[in-house]
């Protein structure tokens, strides 16, 4: 039996040796009012100041561990399976929430029946602390086709259709949440977009999208054939003109 008191949400903060951008990621998450939020925190064994971060949370948090793992998608998935909440998502711990933006996409969903919600989201960018907005736009299956148009700090799911379909591919290192998008649509239909603005990706030089931007392309490929049968052109293209830059700075940096 539901009661007032049962968490709403189930949020996995994945992280490993983030700690810097840790403590900034829970902040967001909690400064989100009026929701029952249940939040774990799966830390890949991190090595900087990470478990500080963690005991100065830890009376806010359902759960949390620190160890070796099998990557950020088992992770993901085990944190998600702790959980009971009717909702679902992850954050990654160098990512954030803007004040409310999980209200908003709880308050939108919730006498729904989508599968899940997303919203727009910003971009940051580290290096010259400049917000760009994502190329985010409302659903639709030629245009995931064409490149990812779903921001992932930018949705909620619900715990139903996570569990029917297994969660992440842990198989997958970089597009795990593309083929989630995917993988919801073919099974469920579309996904509900809304126009706010709810979370922030930061991007920096460690950041995994940039450390293996030619593996995210190599995967993200393999997803669109998977499930659209054909390749645009574009993802060739991005892919080869991807492996020169990556030839060509490997070259500088030998010389």
Not at 85 to 93: E, K
Request: glycine residues 6%; hydrophobic residues 35%.
């Amino acid at each position: 039996m539901k009661t007032l008191n049962d968490p709403n949400i189930t949020i996995v903060v994945p992280s490993l040796n983030q700690g810097k951008f840790l403590d900034m990621a829970l902040l967001s998450i909690f400064s989100n009012k009026n929701l029952n939020l249940e939040v774990f925190i799966e830390d890949g064994g991190s090595t900087d100041c990470t478990f500080d971060i963690i005991k100065k949370w830890e009376d806010r948090l359902s759960g949390w561990r620190s160890c070796k793992d099998g990557g950020q998608s088992s992770a993901i998935n085990m944190g998600i399976k702790r959980g009971t909440a009717p909702y679902v998502t992850w954050l990654n711990s160098d990512d954030y929430y803007l004040y409310g933006g999980l209200n908003k996409l709880y308050e939108n969903i919730k006498y729904t029946d989508y599968p899940a919600i997303y919203g727009r989201t910003y971009d940051l960018i580290e290096s010259t602390k400049s917000l760009l907005i994502t190329k985010v736009e409302p659903f639709d299956p030629k245009r995931l086709a064409f490149r990812c148009i779903v921001s992932q700090p930018g949705v909620l799911i619900q715990r139903k259709v996570w569990e029917e379909l297994d969660g992440l591919d842990e198989s997958l290192e970089m597009s795990m949440d593309y083929d989630l998008w995917w993988r919801i649509y073919k099974n469920y239909g579309n996904l509900l977009y809304i126009d706010d603005v709810v979370a922030t990706n930061r991007v920096h030089l460690n950041s995994k999208t940039k450390k293996n931007y030619v593996l995210h392309y190599v995967e993200s490929i393999k997803v669109v054939k998977k499930y659209n049968i054909y390749v645009p052109l574009k993802w060739i293209i991005f892919l080869n003109l991807r492996r020169v830059k990556r030839i060509f700075n490997e070259y500088i940096a030998r010389i």
